[in-house]
């Protein structure tokens, strides 16, 4: 494979400290379903020119992703490797996409803003269109080539409309994974021109089992209390076990509990708190999401009546602390406006 420029360092804003980064992580829990869809395919040796990995956050997309990228640049589209795709971490593919140094492997993620050093707030066009000069490079020795994109829900019409003219002429031998909390986000000229992999919350015994393994130091309460917060993710259970975390998901908890009749003087001062803790307006926002769709995904089970307004909530509520994140203004309104949502919609649609 020509050479190309050493790649910039990836910005990992889902990263858990102390934890594998998903590219170094060979482990993926809880998605049997998904993983064998994609074996069978590439195994086979028809793999589609893309796969759209969704599902809800901190739960193994990114690792899923990773795992097809070391098995094609490793074997191929072929059924030379084992079944599960898993690849041995002493392999030459999987040592370079550890460390973020595969030429055969592209990922793109916001960056930082040069002018300012601070993360950008979408995926922008000029990123998407390094598609094109990487899957234009000549592979050698039947290789393969993989890009990431994650997540493709941070794009900016610009770029998704860059990378759609990319997947109206895929080139061959080359793998497109985009990672996707909200493909409802995406334009539907994209999501029809990639094969889906749906990835679900993990069962809670599952993520109990994985908990157990990854924090042995937390008891039978708190693991079963960390599962019942995270609504099946993996990720969030990691945030919620340490720090601030368990406080800020029953708070979300709270919030949500008390859309009716919300306390104005407790948000208020709860809003200043989250002001002094690092991250604490996003790990809010997420424990709070999460909160939401877990209940809205379980009155789906019953009954449904006004129950897009709670979904036109959630979405509301998303682009909100995102807005207020990337240009830091003052969480407090932004708790407040949530508080007002929440109240409106409950007073419409009913409480959750």
């Known amino acids: 494979m020509a050479k190309r420029s050493r790649p910039t360092e990836i910005v990992e804003t889902d990263r858990i400290e102390g934890f594998a980064r998903p590219r170094?992580?060979?482990?993926?829990?809880?998605?049997?379903?998904?993983?064998?869809?994609?074996?069978?395919?590439?195994?086979?040796?028809?793999?589609?020119?893309?796969w759209l990995i969704a599902g809800p956050?901190?739960?193994?997309?990114?690792?899923?992703?990773?795992?097809?990228?070391?098995y094609l640049l490793a074997y191929g589209?072929?059924?030379?490797?084992?079944?599960?795709?898993?690849?041995?971490?002493?392999?030459?593919?999987?040592?370079?996409?550890?460390?973020?140094?595969?030429?055969?492997?592209?990922?793109?993620?916001?960056g930082t803003?040069?002018?300012?050093?601070?993360?950008?707030?979408?995926?922008?066009?000029?990123?998407?269109?390094?598609?094109?000069?990487?899957?234009?490079?000549?592979?050698?020795?039947?290789?393969?080539?993989?890009?990431?994109?994650?997540?493709?829900?941070?794009?900016?019409d610009n770029a998704a409309n860059a990378l759609l003219k990319l997947l109206e002429e895929p080139p061959?031998?080359?793998?497109l994974l985009l990672v996707?909390?909200?493909?409802?986000?995406?334009?539907?000229?994209?999501?029809?021109?990639?094969?889906?992999?749906n990835l679900k919350p993990l069962e809670t015994s599952v993520l109990e089992a994985e908990l157990k393994q990854?924090?042995?130091?937390?008891?039978?309460?708190?693991?079963?209390?960390?599962?019942?917060?995270?609504?099946?993710?993996?990720?969030?259970?990691?945030?919620?076990?340490?720090?601030?975390?368990?406080?800020?998901?029953?708070?979300?908890?709270?919030?949500i509990g008390d859309a009716a009749n919300p306390d104005i003087p407790a948000l208020l001062s709860f809003a200043d708190r989250l002001n002094r803790i690092t991250d604490g307006l996003d790990t809010f926002g997420g424990f709070l999401a999460t909160a939401l769709s877990e209940r809205i995904r379980a009155r789906a089970m019953g009954n449904t009546m006004r129950l897009h307004r709670w979904v036109d909530a959630w979405e509301a509520l998303n682009r909100s602390f995102e807005r207020t994140s990337g240009l830091h203004l003052d969480p407090r309104q932004t708790v407040l406006s949530t508080a007002r949502t929440l109240e409106d919609t409950a007073r419409r649609a009913g409480a959750l």
């Not at 990114?62 to 070391?70: C, D, H, N, S, V």
């Not at 690849?87 to 993620?109: D, E, F, T």
């Not at 409802?184 to 992999?197: F, V």
């Open 172 to 175: 061959s031998r080359a793998m």
């Open 214 to 255: 990854l924090l042995p130091e937390l008891d039978s309460k708190e693991r079963a209390s960390v599962a019942r917060l995270s609504g099946g993710s993996i990720g969030l259970a990691l945030q919620l076990a340490g720090g601030e975390g368990l406080g800020l998901a029953a708070e979300a908890d709270k919030l």
């Open 57 to 70: 956050p901190g739960i193994g997309k990114a690792t899923l992703a990773y795992r097809i990228a070391r």
């Open 180 to 197: 996707s909390n909200v493909p409802g986000r995406l334009l539907p000229t994209i999501r029809s021109r990639c094969q889906r992999l």
């Open 77 to 110: 589209a072929t059924a030379d490797g084992p079944a599960d795709l898993s690849v041995a971490a002493n392999n030459p593919a999987a040592i370079q996409v550890a460390a973020a140094s595969h030429p055969g492997l592209l990922v793109l993620k916001r």
């Open 113 to 156: 803003n040069p002018d300012t050093g601070k993360l950008m707030t979408v995926l922008s066009v000029a990123e998407i269109r390094k598609l094109g000069g990487f899957f234009g490079l000549t592979s050698g020795a039947g290789g393969w080539r993989v890009a990431v994109v994650d997540t493709a829900d941070d794009m900016n």
């Open 24 to 50: 170094e992580n060979g482990r993926l829990v809880g998605q049997d379903d998904a993983l064998a869809r994609a074996a069978r395919a590439i195994r086979g040796g028809r793999p589609p020119q893309a």
